[in-house]
């Protein structure tokens, strides 16, 4: 069978930065009784952005933590543009540790934070500067938490500060283990999808 580390050692002296191969890992899936249909992987694209990130740590530009975490943002919108369905638009990725999805307002969005070191993704509504709205959705409280079906999430205003969040933890991150990075994709965008249909009509209230 033809590995990705085949691939690396067989093109890591060959294709410079003016050219670019995919390899893509296909695989059969199938739900309850369903055909079986293929799900493909990109295992390695052509994109500018992988050519940049070449350059950029062969120059010392970026260091360890920065190319990670833009390796993990390019693998999430890869799972985006595959769920489709999800509704949710992607971003360029960049070496920030966060990521952030609309919620219809100006005034709060759903973020994405990755805390490496604890060993955890956290999503949450940010509310920038805003305790009215804050406010307004935790007087929802009971009707958020029951739609969230015993997924545990955080409350917190924040007295003193800004910005108010609340906030839900997915564990399992490891920026150094690639082969986990589909799977938590999946999740980040399973929750913010939930975040979305919970907390964007509340927020639209509020406005009106």
């Known amino acids: 069978m033809y590995s990705q580390e085949d ?16 390899l893509i890992e296909i695989k059969a899936f ?10 493909f992987k990109i295992i390695e694209s052509p994109n500018e952005w992988s050519k940049e990130i070449k350059k950029s740590v062969a120059s010392g ?15 999430l919108n890869n ?4 769920r489709k369905d999800s509704g949710l638009k992607t971003r360029k990725p960049t070496t920030d540790h966060w990521y952030n999805f609309s919620l219809g307002s100006g005034q709060c969005h759903t973020g994405v934070d990755l805390v ?8 949450n509504v940010w509310i920038s500067n805003n305790k ?16 969230l079906q015993g997924i545990k999430i955080k409350w917190d205003r924040k007295d003193g500060k800004k910005a108010s969040t609340i906030s839900t933890i997915i564990d399992g991150l490891s ?17 913010a999808v939930r975040y979305k249909k919970i907390f964007a009509p509340i927020v639209k209230k509020f406005k009106e």
């Open 175 to 191: 920026l150094d283990n690639a082969e986990t990075y589909n799977e938590l994709a999946n999740k980040i965008i399973d929750m």
């Open 7 to 22: 691939y690396q050692n067989e093109h890591h002296n060959q294709t410079g930065t003016e050219i670019g191969f995919f």
């Open 132 to 147: 009215d709205l804050y406010d307004f959705i935790y007087k929802h409280k009971e009707e958020v938490e029951q739609n």
């Open 61 to 75: 530009e970026l260091n360890r933590s920065q190319t990670l975490r833009l390796s993990f943002w390019e693998n």
């Open 30 to 39: 199938r739900i309850g009784n369903s055909d079986a249909a293929p799900q």
């Open 79 to 82: 799972v985006l543009e595959q």
């Open 116 to 123: 490496d070191k604890d060993g955890f993704v956290r999503v």
